[in-house]
């Protein structure tokens, strides 16, 4: 029996210092607070991700193609002006030379895409060219196919017009056709960017004739994204021939676009 009261003083005396060691009171506030930290953590995790998705909305990059027209060597070879159609126009020609700087078009047109280009970036956008160099052969119909196949929010096509009046100036939008049954769905989209691109060049005092649908353009009927075409003055017109070449005005003109398509994008 003194043996059993041994055992038994044992036991009781250890289980009174494991209670003490445990502490059950306080375990338990312990056990709360690391639930509720718990609980707090998911929500810091939840609001993170919130936070990130929002910021990915805002920080949607768009993209925009860039075409600089023309290259330094025409290709005449045909190619449809549309997807299926019979008519045939020459894939990509070199485009006018400057009356006064006798500068090629397709070198004028690469120099304001680069501005351009920058411009946008600066602003956030992602941004494609079509050609950066002179010496590509890469037709009207296959600028348009690379930005439908890159799925480009907005195309900018950069060219300059010449006339035999050498009076003529001032720059033009041009857009695809409203009715035309190739660019009927990007009609409206390409529009309302033109329209914003004018309002830019207008308050900046930019010289311009107007928006022209134009529904016999290669580069715009094998378009499935929305494109504009800006043709920037006249290198037929001495003073405007000049006028472009002019670093100064040239970014001028390139701010006025960069900040329509902007405005454009704002409002989707
Ligand atoms: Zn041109």
Known sequence: MKKYRVLVTIIIAMGIILIGQSN???????????????????????KDNKEKDNND???KKYLICIDPGHQS??????????????????????????????KPEYVLNLEASIVLKHILEGKGYE???TRETHDVNISNAERATLAN???ADM??????DSLDNSSKTGASILIPGKNSKYTSSIYE???????????????NAIELNGIFERDDLTGFNWSKVPVVLVEMG??????????????EYQRKLMQTIADGVEEYFKTK
Request: positive net charge.
């Open 155 to 160: 195309v900018v096509r950069i060219h300059a």
């Open 234 to 247: 006249f290198l037929s017109n001495y003073n405007e021939d000049q006028m472009m070449s002019n670093p």
């Open 149 to 151: 196949e890159k799925n």
């Open 189 to 203: 989209e390409s529009s309302k960017c033109a329209e914003l691109i004018k309002t830019s060049m207008k308050s």
């Open 127 to 129: 941004v494609i060219m």
């Open 57 to 59: 909305v805002k920080e």
């Open 24 to 46: 059950p009171i306080n375990n338990f506030y312990k056990s709360a607070g690391l639930i509720s930290k718990g609980v707090n953590q998911g929500e810091e995790v939840k």
């Open 73 to 102: 060597k025409g290709d005449p070879n045909p190619e449809s002006v549309a997807p299926g159609s019979s008519q045939k126009k020459a894939r990509v020609s070199s485009g006018a030379t400057g009356v006064s700087t006798k």
